[in-house]
């Protein structure tokens, strides 16, 4: 019972102090958390450290409570990414199953933006990329050695992969007469879709969407449990120190800056797209054969969602480095 | 009256600092020292209480951790203040001693 509690009592302590002793402590109350005494000492070494934290005193409270404040805005710019890329995949989606590709690279303008958002997707992949390289290698490192905290964690994103990814492998074979299922047809057609063909699509939807959801997840726990602030690596003949979260700052401005111009562009594209073919907009061009409209508005809030977010890490991130 | 009783072995922060001067260990290891050292059992929230004060004053350093505990040890300022602390208990221990043969 008293043992039970043991998760509960280490949350007591403010979130700057768990980060530096919450592993330890932990190992500690496995062996010595026995009676209602032991559990009252935890109770008013928890009012301690909350007291010291807020003294003022330490720089190195300040310090960490900035460095977390820095670490959950980066995260949150990652989470607005991976949402924002969600929310792209399905525009692709639609945009293929429609006349909308045709009409696109007819037309200068259409095919201008198109183009924008395809350049901006690139550049914002790159910069997530670059930014996210350093602390992957260091969490990763770091899960391997020592603990293994985080390692079944950081496996949710690569089984999330290889399950969509064998998803898709089911579906070519399916398109292909290797795999006959009743009620499923191997060759659809545009507007037309039969509910085994639907149910196989709703299966991809929810394996992408679920799959990044528990990605996301993983890797915002998993990051936000690891001690770093500083890394060295061993680069060409030389070490190279990396400030992690400093380091991550500017790509993760990069990141935001392509998300705005590619809401930007969408919602132009979008615009101009159904002004010139508007039985697209208001037919059933969405995935399995839903209206494309409510699709094209949910796609556009969801990246309107994720660009605010993201624009919010960032002034949170100079908020924390002007709280030190 | 048990001497602990008196208050005299229950400053956590002193107790850590002698109990890494015999070398470096983890919280549970300085608990069980602590204790066969003075028979004061230290709590967990206080040893961390202590640890967390005496690490940011730079007393003892964190070493890498292995299987989930992380070791500690006194650094050089660490000796250098349980030195003066010690020399003072003596002092006072010396005097106090005195008065009673006096009595």
Same mark, same amino acid.
């Given at each position: 019972?008293?043992?039970?509690?043991?998760?509960?009592?280490?949350?007591?302590?403010?979130?700057?102090?768990?980060?530096?002793?919450?592993?330890?402590?932990?190992?500690?109350?496995?062996?010595?958390?026995?009676?209602?005494?032991?559990?009252?000492?935890?109770?008013?070494?928890?009012?301690?450290?909350?007291?010291?934290?807020?003294?003022?005193?330490?720089?190195?409270?300040?310090?960490?409570?900035?460095?977390? %404040?820095?670490?959950?805005?980066?995260?949150?710019?990652?989470?607005?990414?991976?949402?924002?890329?969600?929310?792209?995949?399905?525009?692709?989606?639609?945009?293929?199953?429609?006349?909308?590709?045709?009409?696109?690279?007819?037309?200068?303008?259409?095919?201008?933006?198109?183009?924008?958002?395809?350049?901006?997707?690139?550049?914002?992949?790159?910069?997530?990329?670059?930014?996210?390289?350093?602390?992957?290698?260091?969490?990763?490192?770091?899960?391997?050695?020592?603990?293994?905290?985080?390692?079944?964690?950081?496996?949710?994103?690569?089984?999330?992969?290889?399950?969509?990814?064998?998803?898709?492998?089911?579906?070519?074979?399916?398109?292909?007469?290797?795999?006959?299922?009743?009620?499923?047809?191997?060759?659809?057609?545009?507007?037309?879709?039969?509910?085994?063909?639907?149910?196989?699509?709703?299966?991809?939807?929810?394996?992408?969407?679920?799959?990044?959801?528990?990605?996301?997840?993983?890797?915002? %726990?998993?990051?936000?449990?690891?001690?770093?602030?500083?890394?060295?690596?061993?680069?060409?003949?030389?070490?190279?120190?990396?400030?992690?979260?400093?380091?991550?700052?500017?790509?993760?401005?990069?990141?935001?800056?392509?998300?705005?111009?590619?809401?930007?562009?969408?919602?132009?594209?979008?615009?101009?797209?159904?002004?010139?073919?508007?039985?697209?907009?208001?037919?059933?061009?969405?995935?399995?054969?839903?209206?494309?409209?409510?699709?094209?508005?949910?796609?556009?809030?969801?990246?309107?969602?994720?660009?605010?977010?993201?624009?919010?890490?960032?002034?949170?991130?100079?908020?924390?480095?002007?709280?030190? | 009256?048990?001497?602990?009783?008196?208050?005299?072995?229950?400053?956590?922060?002193?107790?850590?600092?002698?109990?890494?001067?015999?070398?470096?260990?983890?919280?549970?290891?300085?608990?069980?020292?602590?204790?066969?050292?003075?028979?004061?059992?230290?709590?967990?929230?206080?040893?961390?209480?202590?640890?967390?004060?005496?690490?940011?004053?730079?007393?003892?350093?964190?070493?890498?951790?292995?299987?989930?505990?992380?070791?500690?040890?006194?650094?050089?300022?660490?000796?250098?203040?349980?030195?003066?602390?010690?020399?003072?208990?003596?002092?006072?221990?010396?005097?106090?001693?005195?008065?009673?043969?006096?009595?």
């Amino acid at each position: 019972m008293i043992r039970s509690l043991r998760p509960w009592l280490t949350r007591l302590y403010p979130r700057a102090w768990r980060d530096r002793y919450e592993v330890e402590f932990n190992a500690l109350l496995e062996q010595c958390l026995n009676s209602p005494l032991d559990i009252l000492d935890i109770l008013l070494g928890a009012v301690d450290a909350h007291v010291l934290l807020f003294s003022g005193e330490p720089l190195t409270w300040r310090m960490l409570n900035m460095l977390n %404040k820095i670490r959950t805005s980066i995260l949150i710019v990652f989470a607005a990414y991976i949402g924002f890329v969600v929310a792209g995949f399905a525009l692709v989606g639609m945009a293929d199953d429609s006349p909308m590709i045709a009409l696109t690279n007819a037309n200068p303008i259409l095919l201008a933006a198109w183009t924008i958002i395809q350049v901006c997707s690139a550049v914002a992949l790159l910069a997530v990329v670059i930014g996210g390289l350093p602390l992957a290698i260091t969490v990763i490192r770091r899960a391997l050695t020592a603990t293994h905290q985080g390692l079944g964690l950081l496996l949710v994103p690569v089984f999330a992969f290889l399950a969509l990814v064998l998803y898709i492998f089911f579906i070519l074979a399916v398109g292909s007469g290797h795999i006959h299922l009743k009620g499923v047809v191997e060759a659809v057609q545009p507007g037309v879709f039969p509910p085994g063909n639907r149910l196989i699509m709703v299966g991809l939807m929810a394996i992408f969407g679920i799959g990044a959801l528990a990605s996301t997840l993983a890797v915002w %726990k998993v990051v936000s449990h690891t001690d770093i602030e500083q890394e060295t690596f061993q680069a060409i003949r030389r070490n190279l120190t990396v400030r992690i979260y400093n380091f991550a700052f500017w790509p993760a401005v990069v990141t935001t800056l392509a998300m705005l111009i590619m809401l930007v562009a969408t919602i132009f594209w979008g615009s101009l797209a159904f002004a010139s073919l508007p039985g697209v907009f208001t037919g059933n061009f969405g995935p399995w054969g839903t209206g494309t409209q409510p699709w094209f508005i949910g796609i556009t809030l969801l990246m309107t969602v994720c660009t605010f977010a993201a624009f919010l890490g960032l002034k949170r991130v100079r908020s924390g480095e002007r709280s030190v | 009256m048990d001497i602990n009783e008196l208050g005299h072995f229950s400053n956590p922060s002193l107790l850590i600092l002698s109990s890494l001067a015999g070398g470096e260990k983890h919280g549970y290891a300085m608990m069980e020292d602590i204790y066969n050292m003075t028979g004061v059992r230290l709590g967990a929230g206080t040893l961390y209480g202590a640890i967390t004060r005496l690490e940011q004053a730079g007393l003892i350093e964190a070493l890498p951790m292995g299987d989930r505990r992380r070791p500690y040890r006194l650094t050089a300022q660490g000796a250098a203040v349980l030195h003066q602390a010690l020399a003072e208990l003596e002092k006072f221990a010396g005097l106090g001693l005195k008065r009673l043969a006096t009595t």
